[in-house]
């Protein structure tokens, strides 16, 4: 499977513990974004990546959350102090950015669902 | 402030029959629009774009930047075509930016 691929594909975790999610990209793609989305929503923007540089990152981002993809590749989110409201689906993507802007699609891995208890 | 509104979170038609799921935007900057599918227990995959104009499983969108609408329509709709839609925009400052997703429409095609 060459698709973006995402470890774990659950989680469980109770109140207060780390945890961290990886995402391995398509390979040759530059970008890698992090997505949250909650039950009855959409997906929204965590944070993203270009090669190894974080280039934006989400109000939504509280400190006790961080994201690295250190030789830009694969990609970690780690959240710290877990919280019930922490409990989300996980969704990494990522994307050939050139310059035309043409192609600029963002291919979504299956995601990693977390339960905070 | 960047939002996508897609105002019916269900909607229901029978095999053969049109549809339309609408979506609206706010953006002061040149919009790039998509819609996102996800079908039963699949990822979620890129149907359409604004910009290539092209139609994809019979499904079409037109950007109408007076209204700030990016429907999208089917003239028959296919029980293949049930699944969960999502109206996505770029807002970021450049293309392959963050995406801001609506809230999505489930839609059911009946047989």
């Known amino acids: 499977d060459t698709g973006v691929s995402q470890d774990p594909r659950h989680k469980i975790t109770k109140r207060g513990q780390n945890v961290t999610f990886r995402c391995d990209p398509i390979?040759?793609?530059?970008?890698l974004y992090w997505y949250r989305q909650t039950l009855g929503q959409g997906p929204e923007f965590l944070t993203y990546?270009?090669?190894?540089?974080?280039?934006?990152k989400s109000r939504l981002l509280s400190d006790r959350f961080s994201a690295e993809r250190p030789k830009g590749s694969f990609s970690t989110l780690e959240i710290q102090r877990t919280e019930q409201g922490d409990s989300a689906m996980y969704l990494c993507?990522?994307?050939?950015?050139?310059?035309?802007?043409?192609?600029?699609?963002?291919?979504f891995g299956p995601g990693t669902r977390l339960t905070v208890l | 402030a960047q939002r996508v509104t897609q105002p019916e979170k269900l909607l229901s038609v029978f095999k053969g029959a049109p549809v339309e799921l609408k979506c609206n935007y706010s953006?002061?900057?040149?919009?790039?629009l998509f819609w996102y599918v996800q079908y039963s227990r699949q990822r979620l995959q890129l149907l359409l774009r604004?910009?290539s104009r092209e139609s994809i499983k019979g499904f079409t969108a037109d950007l109408n930047k007076g209204e700030t609408s990016f429907h999208l329509k089917k003239p028959f709709a296919q029980e293949e075509d049930s699944a969960m839609y999502y109206c996505a925009l770029n807002s970021g400052e450049t293309s392959g930016s963050r995406l801001t997703f609506g809230e999505g429409t489930q839609l059911t095609v009946n047989p």
């Open positions: 604004h910009i």
């Open positions: 993507a990522s994307s050939l950015v050139v310059a035309s802007g043409r192609k600029n699609e963002q291919f």
């Open positions: 990546f270009q090669n190894e540089a974080q280039l934006e």
């Open positions: 390979s040759e793609h530059n970008r």
């Open positions: 953006y002061s900057g040149s919009p790039e």
